[in-house]
Every structure is written in structure tokens, then in C-alpha cells.
């Protein structure tokens, strides 16, 4: 019985070729493989391309026919004249040539030991000196490096400040203070705190340079994006919450910024006020206040005013924002989804933050909440070290 497959780049439509039992086309005298998708395979393309040379076709002319039939999926214009010159060199085979992986004579014991010492001397070293300095190519020292040693190269993770180890141990204390108040009180104890901060808001935010990537194809060229700086304008954005949501949204004055007595009168003022109206009860039984320790937070005058509120005050480290979860759970989201957006006045910015805030639903709060326990004990691990975001 004869097997048909029909090929769809031959002039005048479809043209029907037989395959006997052994997979060789009798009119042609080339191999061809049956495949479950023949049209979808590197093998069956370089059979097309097999029939098409020997019908007298231009190795131009094949691959825009190919080019029309496949599209992103057709091979190479290289690879069509490749095939059509092995063809012209009498090759009948249409399978691509078994390739061996290369052989790296270099890779002995003694490179690999002099690798491992040029590491360790630098270890910022590149793979391009390492193969200079042992006088190897480049490919047997990537290899070395890669495979015999299992090396990889990482970049240094950034903290907010190289901490000294007392204030680790500060650190570590204060975290094991909220996690002896989490294991007595359990998610009440979470429940009670309040937390907020304050940060700039430009008119204007650059996008970031993993924000502006796109699906491109590999032959696509790659898109250019010229530097772009922050507008001068910016807004203050004060802004409270707690595992509900939003509690107060404050935007501060032009020209305005925060001192002891503006952040005391703002607790007063207008936290007080909406604490009392979103969130019945809570300051009668007392919510807890976690900030971070800026000058104006911790000042004398502002931690009287928190007291007089009935306030409990949570032990916040210094240099410790990665335990602060305002910034980087909502000022840095925040900020990413505006970036690339040009406001004209302070009051479209004001807008546009006060509608992100809003639409964000409260799982996203009550997940960062509950995830301090995470940091604590991470913390706590780490001997006081930076907790990763």
C-alpha cells in the first residue's frame, strides 16, 4: 500500500507525492521520513526543499514560498541556500548531521585548580581573563567554571545600610518582642496594627528598565528607549492602613514637609478622626502603631501625642524598611503602576494615587500583614541581617 502526503509549495496547488513502504519518494529518488505533522518538522522542510531544488527552483524562490507557508516558523534564508548547495553536491539525505558536543582538551585537573585559585583570589574576575591569565580558550574555561566547578556568578543584593552587629541585635530583639506578642494574642494581635508612612509622588516617574520589556520575536529588532529623568514636581503622599485597607489618604501642602510638629498634628488631626470612623472600636481597645524610626516619628513631642491617642507603640529598629511594609508593599507598587504617566498638576497625581489606592482589593493589604510574622522569623534566622522583599 502507498502512502500519500500532499506538498503545499508546489505551483498550481497541492501536488500528491507517493511514499512507498520504505519512506523513499520513487519519483525523486530522495529519502523521505513519514511524520505525524510533516509539515511542522526540520526534516520535512529540508525534503521540501530537497523537491524543490530538483524541480529547478532558485534557493531565493524557495524560501519565500516557505516564507508564505510557515511564516515565523520557516527556516532561515542561510539554511535554504545550506541545504540546496548539499543537494547540488550530490547529498541525498535529508537528516541534519549527528553534532558531537565540543571536546575541551583544556579541562584537566590542573586547570581546574588553577581556575579555582584565580577565583578565589578575584572573585569578580571575568571568564575572558581567566582563560588570558592560563592561557586556555575561552570555551574550556566557561566550561570549568560552569560545569567542573559549579560556579555562578550573583550580584550583591542591596540593604538599606551595612548593619553593625548591635544593630542586629536590636533587630533581633525587636522581633522576638512581636513574636512573643503574636504567640500570646495570635491574629488580634495583627489585626491591631496600624501602619503608614510617607513618600514623594512625581508628576512624572520614569519607567523602569524591566517594566518597558516586551514579547519580541528572535529576529524582531530590539526596541530603543531613550533615558528619561523625574519631573521636578511631586507631591507628599502620607498614608495609613492597616490589614482592612486604606485608613487615611493625606496629601500635604506644596512646599510642605515633615517635622515633629506636622506629624504630630497630623495623628491628631486626621488620623484620630478616621480611625474613628472606619475602624469602630479600635481605639478604645488600643491599635498599634507601626512606623519607622525618621526624626519625626520618634521625637519626644510625637510619641506624647501617641500615648495621648491610646496608641501602643510598636519597637521599630533603625534602618530596618524591610520590616516597615509601607514601602515596599505599597509605595513601590504604586509608584511602578504610574511610572511612564505624565501628570500636569499635583491634583491629576493626586487623582491617580487615590483611585490605585482604592481599587486594590484587601487581600492585597491583609496578605502584607500577616506576612510580617514571616519577616520577624526571618529575621530572627538571619542573625538580624536585611530580610529580601
Same mark, same amino acid.
Given at each position: 500500500?502507498?502512502?500519500?502526503?500532499?506538498?503545499?509549495?508546489? &505551483?498550481?496547488?497541492?501536488?500528491?507525492?507517493?511514499?512507498?513502504?520504505?519512506?523513499?519518494?520513487r519519483?525523486?529518488?530522495?529519502?523521505?521520513?513519514?511524520?505525524?505533522?510533516?509539515?511542522?518538522?526540520a526534516?520535512?522542510?529540508?525534503?521540501?526543499v530537497?523537491?524543490?531544488?530538483?524541480?529547478?527552483?532558485k534557493?531565493?524562490?524557495?524560501?519565500? *514560498?516557505?516564507?508564505i507557508?510557515y511564516?515565523?516558523?520557516?527556516?532561515?534564508?542561510?539554511?535554504?541556500?545550506?541545504?540546496t &548547495?548539499?543537494?547540488?553536491?550530490?547529498?541525498?539525505n535529508?537528516?541534519?548531521?549527528?553534532?558531537?558536543?565540543?571536546?575541551?582538551?583544556?579541562v584537566? &585537573?590542573d586547570n581546574?585548580?588553577?581556575?579555582?585559585?584565580?577565583?578565589?583570589e578575584? *572573585?569578580?574576575?571575568?571568564?575572558?581573563?581567566?582563560?588570558?591569565?592560563?592561557?586556555?580558550?575561552v570555551?574550556?574555561?566557561?566550561?570549568?567554571?560552569?560545569?567542573?566547578?559549579?560556579?555562578?556568578?550573583?550580584r550583591?543584593r542591596?540593604?538599606?545600610? *551595612?548593619?553593625?552587629?548591635?544593630?542586629?541585635? *536590636?533587630r533581633?530583639?525587636?522581633c522576638?518582642?512581636?513574636?512573643?506578642?503574636y504567640?500570646?494574642?495570635?491574629?488580634?494581635?495583627?489585626q491591631?496594627?496600624?501602619?503608614?508612612?510617607?513618600?514623594?509622588?512625581?508628576?512624572?516617574?520614569?519607567?523602569?528598565?524591566?517594566?518597558?520589556?516586551?514579547?519580541?520575536?528572535?529576529?524582531?529588532?530590539?526596541?530603543?528607549?531613550?533615558?528619561?529623568?523625574?519631573?521636578?514636581?511631586?507631591?507628599?503622599?502620607?498614608?495609613?492602613?492597616?490589614?482592612?485597607?486604606?485608613?487615611?489618604?493625606?496629601?500635604?501642602?506644596?512646599?510642605?514637609?515633615?517635622?515633629?510638629?506636622?506629624?504630630?498634628n497630623?495623628?491628631?488631626?486626621?488620623?484620630?478622626?478616621?480611625i474613628?470612623?472606619?475602624?469602630?472600636?479600635?481605639?478604645t481597645?488600643?491599635?498599634?502603631?507601626?512606623?519607622?524610626?525618621?526624626?519625626p516619628?520618634?521625637?519626644?513631642?510625637?510619641v506624647?501625642?501617641? &500615648?495621648?491617642?491610646r496608641?501602643?507603640?510598636?519597637?521599630?529598629?533603625?534602618?530596618?524598611p524591610?520590616?516597615?511594609?509601607?514601602?515596599?508593599?505599597?509605595?513601590?507598587?504604586?509608584k511602578?503602576a504610574?511610572?511612564?504617566?505624565?501628570?500636569?498638576?499635583?491634583?491629576?497625581?493626586?487623582s491617580?494615587?487615590?483611585?490605585?489606592?482604592r481599587?486594590?482589593?484587601?487581600?492585597?493589604?491583609s496578605?502584607?500583614?500577616?506576612?510580617?510574622?514571616?519577616?520577624?522569623?526571618?529575621?530572627?534566622?538571619?542573625?538580624?541581617?536585611?530580610?529580601?522583599?
Amino acid at each position: 500500500m502507498t502512502d500519500i502526503i500532499v506538498c503545499r509549495l508546489c &505551483e498550481g496547488g497541492d501536488l500528491e507525492l507517493p511514499i512507498d513502504s520504505v519512506g523513499t519518494h520513487r519519483n525523486l529518488g530522495n529519502s523521505w521520513t513519514r511524520w505525524r505533522s510533516p509539515w511542522s518538522s526540520a526534516l520535512s522542510k529540508n525534503s521540501e526543499v530537497s523537491f524543490l531544488f530538483s524541480e529547478g527552483v532558485k534557493p531565493i524562490q524557495i524560501h519565500r *514560498r516557505m516564507r508564505i507557508q510557515y511564516g515565523d516558523r520557516c527556516m532561515s534564508r542561510t539554511q535554504v541556500y545550506e541545504w540546496t &548547495e548539499k543537494f547540488k553536491n550530490g547529498v541525498t539525505n535529508v537528516e541534519d548531521s549527528p553534532r558531537s558536543g565540543p571536546e575541551f582538551t583544556a579541562v584537566t &585537573e590542573d586547570n581546574i585548580a588553577a581556575v579555582e585559585n584565580v577565583i578565589r583570589e578575584n *572573585r569578580r574576575v571575568t571568564v575572558k581573563e581567566v582563560a588570558s591569565l592560563l592561557d586556555i580558550s575561552v570555551g574550556s574555561a566557561h566550561h570549568i567554571i560552569h560545569n567542573e566547578m559549579k560556579f555562578r556568578k550573583v550580584r550583591a543584593r542591596w540593604v538599606p545600610k *551595612r548593619l553593625t552587629p548591635e544593630m542586629k541585635e *536590636r533587630r533581633v530583639d525587636a522581633c522576638q518582642e512581636l513574636l512573643r506578642r503574636y504567640e500570646a494574642d495570635g491574629e488580634a494581635f495583627l489585626q491591631r496594627i496600624v501602619t503608614g508612612d510617607e513618600s514623594w509622588v512625581h508628576l512624572y516617574e520614569p519607567e523602569r528598565k524591566r517594566q518597558s520589556m516586551e514579547w519580541r520575536h528572535t529576529s524582531s529588532p530590539k526596541p530603543n528607549k531613550a533615558r528619561a529623568q523625574r519631573s521636578a514636581g511631586k507631591v507628599l503622599l502620607t498614608f495609613f492602613w492597616d490589614y482592612n485597607g486604606p485608613i487615611l489618604e493625606h496629601n500635604m501642602p506644596r512646599g510642605s514637609t515633615v517635622t515633629t510638629a506636622t506629624y504630630s498634628n497630623l495623628l491628631r488631626e486626621n488620623l484620630k478622626p478616621a480611625i474613628r470612623q472606619k475602624r469602630r472600636g479600635l481605639l478604645t481597645t488600643g491599635g498599634c502603631l507601626l512606623h519607622d524610626n525618621a526624626r519625626p516619628h520618634t521625637a519626644l513631642a510625637s510619641v506624647s501625642t501617641i &500615648e495621648e491617642l491610646r496608641f501602643e507603640f510598636i519597637p521599630h529598629p533603625p534602618y530596618s524598611p524591610d520590616l516597615a511594609p509601607s514601602d515596599f508593599h505599597v509605595f513601590g507598587p504604586l509608584k511602578d503602576a504610574l511610572s511612564g504617566t505624565q501628570f500636569r498638576d499635583d491634583d491629576e497625581v493626586r487623582s491617580a494615587v487615590h483611585e490605585w489606592l482604592r481599587t486594590r482589593p484587601k487581600e492585597f493589604f491583609s496578605r502584607e500583614i500577616y506576612a510580617l510574622v514571616k519577616r520577624w522569623r526571618k529575621c530572627i534566622e538571619l542573625v538580624g541581617d536585611c530580610v529580601e522583599q
